[in-house]
């Protein structure tokens, strides 16, 4: 599949500076993966979170036990 595609000048000087070893091309092909990537992984967190319940997330937080963080937890 082919598009012809305009790309605004602020743009073409920004993915030039950033784009590195790899063409433009690929550059937006990966581009265009990352934000499909990151639309489908916010539809599934939103998906999977429509079917959770508030009251059952504190219910599973109330088993965890009440005691210090241990050193290599501790923020200092």
Do not use: W
């Amino acid at each position: 599949m082919n598009f012809a595609l305009r790309i605004p000048d602020y743009y073409k000087d920004e993915i030039m500076s950033l784009k590195g070893d790899v063409s433009i091309n690929q550059f937006i092909i990966n581009a265009l993966a990352e934000k499909i990537s990151a639309l489908r992984t916010e539809a599934y967190l939103q998906e999977r979170a429509s079917r959770g319940s508030r009251q059952h997330a504190l219910s599973i937080l109330d088993k965890v036990p009440d005691v210090p963080p241990e050193d290599h937890d501790r923020i200092e």
